[in-house]
């Protein structure tokens, strides 16, 4: 598996360096490295077909290191975000991701998506883009090109948030308090956020960060959910569907999802210090990027190109309902 591990590695390096190349630019990354390393992946399979001397340690990477990275990431949630933005605001957020996955789910399967890439879309679109994505792929069996596909239009549309959502200060009368809300609960991820809050005022950085962190917990239990219908979900290519058996506990929960569950468990019982939560946390998000990596590797454009155009309906479509439901969330909690 080495020498497919050491060229998804090698992409990995480029990408992480892209990013601080971005940091030290613009002061935030618009595009993250899992983004940049999934699109040279993609770009280095146009060019080149791996033969199968790579193939092993790709798929490695594409599945068990990630599996480890979700694992890790359990370390950097705490439960003591979610008491501190108070019971209304909980429950907002609890409402808006369930509505957003329903609403995005159906809209995908309406545009004729598969139902497990509608499931990527929803998720990435209703909690925090790639990140959601990755972690739901594995739970559900996702194909590793409705992962690109998905993770490749998603990031088009997260820095096109980033650029536009400040438009909705006047279009929509926003105070600095209200728009901090909309940012947490509309932007994917939380660099992006920051990106897109700190020139608004640091009330709409502290508040939209918070609503973000609580966003991002609901990925915990909505990949939960999720494992636990996964074998319901219909079969897919060409295989034929196996008859369902009787699944043990572990089978319906996967392994990397109860050390997800563990760590987290963990960190809010404070038996993981902010010493050792922030380089697990770091380590978990290199991971990531490698597992990234291999996804674009696997990528046919041929194939990402024949779904283009329904994926992007589906995901502006979904991040519009989104919006709708963020700002009537805003109005109906009567957020000054």
Not at 144 to 152: E, R
Not at 174 to 193: C, D, F
Not at 296 to 304: A, E, F, K, T, Y
Request: net charge positive; hydrophobic share 60%; charged share 10%.
């Amino acid at each position: 598996m080495l020498p497919g591990i050491a060229l998804c590695l090698a992409i990995t390096v480029v990408a992480v360096a892209v990013q601080s190349a971005e940091e030290h630019a613009l002061g935030h990354p618009y595009i993250e490295a899992l983004v940049v390393a999934i699109l040279l992946g993609i770009a280095l399979r146009t060019a080149w077909a791996p033969s199968a001397r790579f193939r092993p340690g790709i798929a490695f990477s594409a599945k068990q290191i990630l599996e480890v990275a979700v694992t890790l990431l359990g370390a950097s949630i705490s439960l003591g975000a979610i008491v501190a933005s108070g019971p209304a605001l909980l429950t907002g957020i609890v409402g808006t991701v369930a509505l957003a996955i329903t609403a995005s789910f159906a809209i995908c399967r309406l545009l004729g998506l598969p139902a497990r890439m509608a499931i990527l879309v929803a998720c990435g679109n209703a909690i925090c883009g790639n990140s959601a994505i990755a972690a739901v792929a594995p739970v559900i069996g996702a194909d590793g090109k409705d992962v690109a596909a998905s993770i490749a239009f998603t990031a088009v549309l997260g820095v096109l948030m980033v650029l536009g959502l400040p438009l909705f200060i006047p279009l929509a009368g926003l105070s600095e308090h209200q728009y901090g809300v909309l940012a947490g609960l509309t932007v994917y991820a939380v660099p992006q956020v920051l990106a897109a809050t700190v020139p608004v005022g640091l009330l709409s950085t502290q508040v939209g960060t918070l609503v973000k962190l609580v966003r991002v917990l609901m990925l915990g239990p909505v990949v939960v959910a999720f494992s636990l219908i996964a074998s319901r979900l219909p079969p897919e290519g060409p295989a034929p569907a196996k008859a369902p058996g009787r699944l043990g506990f572990t089978k319906l929960v996967p392994w990397f999802i109860l050390g997800f569950l563990a760590l987290a468990t963990a960190r809010s019982l404070g038996l993981i210090p902010e010493a050792a939560s922030r380089p697990v946390t770091q380590l978990a998000g290199y991971l990531t990027v490698v597992s990234m990596a291999a996804l674009g590797l696997g990528v046919d454009l041929r194939v990402l190109a024949r779904v283009g155009g329904r994926v992007t309906l589906a995901v502006t479509g979904s991040l519009a309902v989104l919006l709708v439901i963020s700002l009537a969330l805003i109005w109906t909690l009567r957020i000054a």
